[in-house]
């Protein structure tokens, strides 16, 4: 365990804190479950965690800031948080940084963090998995969207027509707000079937998306399984999951293959982004 993934595993370990308290269901999701059970902690060369909730119980814990007062970590939504674009949360540690290249203009916190998924209902009856195909890349198409406001760049003579559009496409975005405009969009698409109807269910906006609808089923019961020096939820009919994100899910991929893929400008594990940006201009 490198040192960024100490520091995402405690605030893995506040957020299981809060979530214990208030008896609200978490699970890991995506890679983070494929590191518990193929590595009984973080896959070596990945560099985030990913935790997944039922809709009920992500919309509680969105509301709980309260519950970290006192503490560096602050719950980023778009509601939170003016200029983040995603409809899903994050757990930030606002005292480090970690500024994604993507992000690199937006102003939101940048602190480490994990990802927070909100676990919705697919389909009330048994379809095939490519039948959400259109769904989730209208989906996903919005949340690409959300990179324009990061177009924004210095204007050079030999690029100067380009840069010029890019910096108008990034600040009417900023001015008319089409970026939270975006995400209530999505909101309503994501939430039109709520879980307890749904016989398909699953995250909408995993790295897989792909595969990621599959047995509502999956989502309701867990078990704890080792996870670094602690203990987290997994879904109990874990292998199922794995295999239909993964598919051989205990083969190792290329070596080629085995890295993060968050890239940053900016990285600090003691310094707050606030000071950080400040001292580097960024």
Wanted: glycine fraction near 6%; include cysteine; proline fraction near 4%.
């Amino acid at each position: 365990m490198n040192a960024l993934q100490e520091k995402q595993l405690n605030i893995l370990k506040y957020f299981i804190k809060v979530c214990e308290k208030h008896n609200l269901q978490y699970f890991l999701v995506g890679g983070s479950t494929l590191g518990a059970i193929r590595h009984k902690g973080f896959i070596p060369w990945d560099d985030d965690i990913d935790v997944g909730m039922p809709r009920k119980d992500y919309d509680k814990f969105v509301e709980l800031q309260s519950e970290f007062e006192g503490t560096p970590y602050f719950i980023q939504t778009f509601k939170t948080d003016p200029c983040y674009i995603y409809n899903y949360g994050k757990l930030r540690d606002s005292s480090t940084t970690f500024i994604e290249n993507t992000y690199k203009q937006h102003r939101i916190n940048h602190g480490v963090w994990i990802d927070i998924f909100p676990i919705d209902g697919f389909s009330k009856e048994i379809k095939p998995r490519e039948t959400f195909k259109k769904k989730i890349n209208h989906i996903w198409w919005q949340v690409y969207l959300s990179y324009l406001p990061a177009l924004r760049r210095k204007v050079h003579a030999r690029t100067f027509f380009k840069d010029i559009a890019l910096n108008i496409v990034a600040g009417l975005f900023y001015v008319f707000d089409i970026a939270h405009w975006r995400n209530k969009h999505v909101e309503k698409l994501v939430r039109k079937i709520p879980l307890e109807e749904s016989v398909m269910a699953g995250n909408f906006f995993g790295f897989n998306m792909k595969r990621e609808a599959m047995d509502t089923n999956i989502f309701k019961e867990f078990i704890k399984v080792p996870f670094e020096d602690i203990e987290a939820y997994v879904p109990k009919d874990y292998d199922t999951y794995l295999k239909n994100l993964y598919g051989d899910y205990m083969k190792f991929p290329p070596k080629d293959k085995q890295v993060g893929h968050h890239y940053n400008s900016g990285l600090s594990l003691e310094q707050g982004y606030e000071d950080y940006l400040k001292e580097h201009k960024i």
